[in-house]
Structure formats: C-alpha cells, structure tokens
C-alpha cells in the first residue's frame, strides 16, 4: 500500500562527525519501533551519496531494523561517478540536499519528511503524524533540542526518548538557541522591525521539513547549488510558504532530538566562525547570510517563490541504483535489465566493445557500421570465434532512430549483439556535454566493465579484423598479464560494397590501402610499393607472432581502434580514464597505466591486419587543434600524466564503479 509517510535521509559511511554508524542505529530502531507501535505507515528511503571507496556499503555495514507491514526501508545510491559531475566533488564529498531531492523525488508517500540520520522523534509527534491530522497546504515545522549521552547498548526507543530529557544540551527554537546548561542565548533574528522578511521558522529546519508531496512538487525541491548546504534547507522554507504551504508550527512535546556530535553548525560554532574558516580552506562556497536573507525579502515582498531548479531535478531522469530491504541483512537490487539470452552453452571468448549514436560522424556512419557488424559476423561464423558484440548507444539524438531500428542485426550462432544505452540525461550531467556529443572512452568504459567474454577487445564501428588475425583470437595462448596491440591499415574508401562474400572485402582493402599506423609514425602508400600484400598462407605460427612485440616502445599511435585485454586486466586498469574531454589521448593513457601496473605489450604483426574505413572527422584526415573541441594538451597535461602513471603506486584512473557499473543503464539483445 501507498505509505502515509516517506521520511527522506541521507548518508555515507564516511564515519562523519564521529560514530556515525551508531547514530544511525539509533535513528533507524527507533523509528521502526514508533511508526509500527503507532501504526504510521511509513517508508524509510535512505540516499546513499558517493559511496566510500573501500567500505562496505550503509546496505551491508548497518545493523538494520526489519520492515514490517509499518515500516519499509528503500535505499537509492548516486554513484561516484554522478557525484564527480559537481565542481567541488574533491572537498565536499557529500550533497546533502541534491541528495535529499534524489529521495525527495522517488518517495512513494502522500506526505513528505526530509530530515537527517541522527534525529530522534518524540512519542507525541509520532502519533500527531499517524493520527490523519495533516493538511495538504500546510509545510509543518516543530522546534530541535540537542543531547549529549552515550550511546545505549539496547536500542528501545521509548528509553532513547527517557534518556534525551535527561541529557539535553541546546533548544533551538524560532527566534533563537538556548544553551540549556550555560543559559546563553543566540538571536536568529534582528530586534523587531529591522528586517523586512516574514519570520519562519527556519532554526534547525534541516532537521524536520514534512509537507504534502504536492508542495515538494511545486518548490522542486531544496535549491540545487553547487555549494555548502548551509542557508539551503532555510530558502526551501520560504519557497514552500510563497508557494502555498503556509507554515505551522507544532509546539512541544511535538518535538525532535539531534544527537550532538562533532562537524556540524552549532551556536558555539557560529560564534567561533570555524566552519566558516574550514569552507574557506577547502575553498568551498557557501551561500551567505547577506544573500540568503536577499531571497528571502524578496519572496516576502513579492508575496511568491523564487524557483531555482529545473523541471528534471533530484535527478529523475537518471536511473540510479534503488534497493529495498527485505530482512535485517538481505538487500535485493531492483532489475530493470532485459534477460539475456543464452545462445550456446560454449563460454564467450571475446567481446568486442564499440561506442555509437545514430548522429552520420564522418559520413556513411550506418553503412560504416552496417559493413564493421556483418564482417564481424561473417568471419567469426568462417573461423568459429565465439564472440559477442557490445555497442554502447551513447546519448542518442532525439530526432532519429534508435541503432537498434536501423542495423537489421540477426545474431548466430556464434555471434551476439547487446546495445546499451546511455540515454540524454546521464550525457547532460558530463561538462562540456554541449560541445561533445559522444565521449568515447567512458562509453566504452560501459562496454567493458559489463562484457562477458574471457578477452575484452576495445575497438572503433569503422574497423574490419582479417582471418588470420580471428584464428589467433581464437586458437592462441594469449597472456592474461599483457596488452595487445597492433598497426591500424587505413583504406582510401568510405564504404565497401556490401555485395562482397568475406575475402572478397578483406581484398578489397588490401587495393586501396594508404597508409599504415605503426608504432611511433604513420606510412603513406602509394601504388602499394610501401606496403606488402597479405599472405594467402593461414597456417602461420601463432606463439612466433605473439613473440613479436616484446621490448618494443609502446605502440600509442592509433591505439583507440584495437586494445586487447583480459578482463581481470581492465578490471586492474579501471579502464580508460574518465574524464569529459575529446577522446584523443585519453587511449594512450590507458597503455600508460598497463605498464605502470606491471602488464606487458605485445604487438602483433602480419599477417594480422586491421582496416579502418576512411571519412571525415577522424584523427588522421583532420588532426588540427583549431578544430577539435576541449581536450588534453599534450606537453601540459597527457605527457606529465603517462609519467606519473608510469610511476610505481601511481593512483587508480578511476573509483571503484568505473563504467558507470552501479548504473541500471538500458539493455537490449538483439535476437
């Protein structure tokens, strides 16, 4: 059933402001022990921001009530990934009111509670919220007292509440903050008559913000900004009051309790000014009392909200991993995943990874693609590799057709095809998405990181792979701890008849080659004196050509359209670098960091070859910098970086959920 209540908290097990975990013990057991012996029906939705990287999850580290026909407790993760979109990611590690939206927004309750991990709420204001008294148009606020106790080794929550009247610290009420043990007394407003601005009541409202979702809807939620939470959660205040929820306020015993820790805003922390002297350290912005109390004279004489987000705030249009508690210890994860098909009890040897969107780049994109797929089937089915195809569907332009409506794919026996998409929204949240339609090397980061095959070969739509090359892939005792590179042979023709049976195009290649990316330079051909023709002897000897490469210089040049790896070894690397910037570059970085982390390079030579299918756009037709969008520059910041990738104990590329791994994202297996 649709639960009355949906209380909206947010979290990290980041231990902040000191034992947080028993904070939130205490918070979680005495809820669940109110709502069910008051009979709320509520839902519990926990936002867990940016998940530490080396801990267990709040899923699997909290001792957890168990949901009854009461109590549910849903938890909603942003990933690392989506938090790295925000300008101060490096020093405010958590959103707490963009996350709050994010619970906000997916809440299932008639009326809505933001408010925090470490509050406990009195007997009265529990059943005051189970009694149906609640009014649509009202936004409801109460008053916070602070306590100072230890924590209890039994959690029962009517002896929490016993213990908070005994150990009360501060009274937070709506002119002011009174110390309970030392009397003194913070002024929250000016002497009367002095501001012009209605006098809500916005002292600790952070803490305890419950109306009708209705009101959320109408607000958007709390201001989404690029800042400190601090003054936020009291502009949302407003915005509800001017929006149409007028402000009650229910007295005590109706009443919260924060339980006192360290890190936060407190009166003594206000007069100190040592939260505001750590922002300006960590150079975090915050918004100030000046303009904080600017929106709020001008709501009040203009009698309306000021609105501050857009229409797809808490992140609605992202779809974010959600779990619900079934039990104390037992999450199960929400699939929205299509099932795969299974084509062959045989295990998938290969995947091959590209990125695309229905958008021509270069010209001729679908039939570029088209020619890439076919081939690819065609000499997999000759040479029995079984391989399967991941293409990643990145930001699709809304008006063409999906890939899927356009390729006229049909998988066999040998061979699958698996589209995952990456839709609009989740390209918005990158910089510079306006200016990069596609970014490559996360997108095959998603390729990879949800391949199946023992190999993962990363690789361009516009590539073809020769028969000798798919016998190695097929037949060769490839080395898990090295890389695999080889020459990119480009060909003048920007399409390739389809009517050609396999060697037929692979011969047609071979006549309008023009040049060759080796390691180090790139050949021009002309009248096919530079380079040889292909060897009609297949029954080469494979461990001689794997021999090959070995003590060479890294082979960089061209290295986006072939990248052969094992899949324990993309899960050592994390993958390209991802970073929302032009994709050149960004490949050799990855080759930077095989090494550095101790893989060896092998390049194959003839007779594998490798054959791109010329167009416009591409690095080598149109390599001027005038033309390229924002990217790394090479003496400033790719060659610095491959040294220090080189280095030993060079950090990690990426977070742990590289590839957007602990994103749902759209699957489809074509049939």
Not at 54 to 60: I, N
Not at 591 to 597: I, Q, R, T, Y
Not at 625 to 641: H, N, S
Request: aromatic fraction near 8%.
């Amino acid at each position: 059933m649709k639960p009355l209540v949906s209380i909206v908290v947010t979290a990290r097990n980041d231990n902040h402001g000191g034992d947080l975990l028993n904070r939130m013990r205490m918070f979680l057991h005495s809820l669940q022990q109110q709502c069910t012996r008051n009979k709320l029906s509520a839902e519990l939705i926990l936002v867990e921001w940016n998940p530490v990287v080396g801990k267990p999850t709040l899923a699997e580290a909290l001792d957890w009530p168990t949901p009854d026909e009461w109590f549910s407790i849903r938890i909603v993760t942003v990933p690392t990934f989506v938090h790295r979109r925000f300008l101060y990611a490096d020093a405010l590690p958590l959103y707490q009111m963009i996350a709050k939206n994010v619970g906000i927004r997916r809440a299932h309750g008639e009326y809505i509670l933001a408010t925090n991990i470490d509050i406990l709420f009195s007997e009265e204001l529990v059943q005051w919220m189970a009694s149906g008294n609640m009014q649509r148009d009202a936004e409801y606020r109460v008053d916070r007292f602070d306590v100072d106790m230890p924590v209890p080794s039994v959690i029962d929550s009517q002896q929490l509440l016993e213990q908070c009247q005994q150990n009360l610290l501060r009274h937070h009420q709506r002119n002011g903050s009174r110390n309970l043990r030392t009397g003194d007394w913070m002024e929250i407003f000016p002497e009367e008559g002095q501001i012009p601005r209605e006098r809500l009541h916005t002292n600790g409202c952070g803490d305890f913000a419950l109306t009708h979702r209705d009101n959320w809807f109408k607000t958007r939620g709390y201001p989404e900004l690029d800042t400190f939470s601090l003054h936020i959660d009291s502009l949302w205040c407003f915005q509800a009051h001017f929006s149409g929820a007028k402000e009650v306020f229910l007295e005590p015993p109706q009443a919260i309790f924060h339980l006192e820790h360290t890190g936060g805003w407190t009166p003594e922390v206000e007069k100190s000014g040592s939260l505001y002297q750590n922002l300006e350290k960590r150079k975090i912005p915050r918004i100030s009392t000046q303009l904080c109390n600017g929106f709020m004279f001008r709501m009040t004489r203009l009698h309306e909200q000021v609105v501050f987000n857009e229409a797809d705030w808490g992140m609605i249009n992202i779809p974010l991993p959600e779990q619900e508690l079934t039990s104390t210890r037992a999450v199960t994860t929400q699939k929205t995943v299509a099932p795969i098909r299974k084509t062959t009890a045989d295990p998938i040897r290969l995947s091959l990874v590209i990125v695309n969107r229905n958008d021509d780049h270069g010209g001729n994109l679908l039939l570029r693609t088209r020619t890439f797929l076919d081939t690819w089937r065609m000499v997999a089915e000759a040479e029995q590799l079984r391989s399967e195809i991941v293409m990643v569907e990145w930001n699709p332009p809304p008006d063409r057709a999906r890939l899927k409506e356009e390729i006229g794919w049909k998988n066999s026996e040998w061979v699958d095809l698996r589209i995952v998409t990456v839709e609009n929204a989740i390209h918005n949240m990158l910089e510079n998405s306006q200016r990069i339609p596609l970014y490559q090397m996360i997108g095959k980061n998603v390729g990879i990181r949800r391949a199946r095959g023992e190999w993962v070969l990363a690789t361009c739509v516009d590539v073809l792979f020769n028969r000798p090359l798919v016998k190695l892939l097929r037949d060769a005792k490839l080395d898990p701890n090295a890389f695999y590179r080889m020459d990119r042979y480009d060909i003048s023709q920007p399409a390739i008849p389809d009517v050609l049976a396999l060697d037929e195009r692979f011969a047609f290649c071979e006549e309008h080659l023009i040049r060759r990316h080796t390691i180090g330079k790139t050949y021009h051909t002309e009248n096919g004196e530079e380079i040889a023709r292909l060897s009609k002897d297949l029954n080469f000897d494979t461990e001689q050509l794997l021999r090959s490469g070995e003590n060479l210089p890294l082979h960089t040049n061209a290295c986006g359209d072939f990248t052969l790896l094992h899949r324990k070894s993309w899960q050592l690397l994390r993958g390209y670098p991802e970073v929302p910037l032009w994709s050149i570059y960004i490949d050799g970085l990855l080759l930077h960091a095989a090494l550095g982390k101790g893989l060896r390079q092998v390049v194959l030579s003839d007779p594998l070859r490798m054959y791109h299918i010329e167009h416009r756009g591409s690095w080598s037709v149109d390599a001027s910098e005038e033309k390229t969008p924002v990217r790394l520059q090479y003496e400033r910041q790719y060659a610095p970086w491959c040294q220090a990738l080189l280095q030993p104990g060079a950090p990690d590329v990426n977070p742990v959920d590289w590839g957007w791994q602990s994103i749902e994202l759209p699957e489809l297996t074509l049939q």
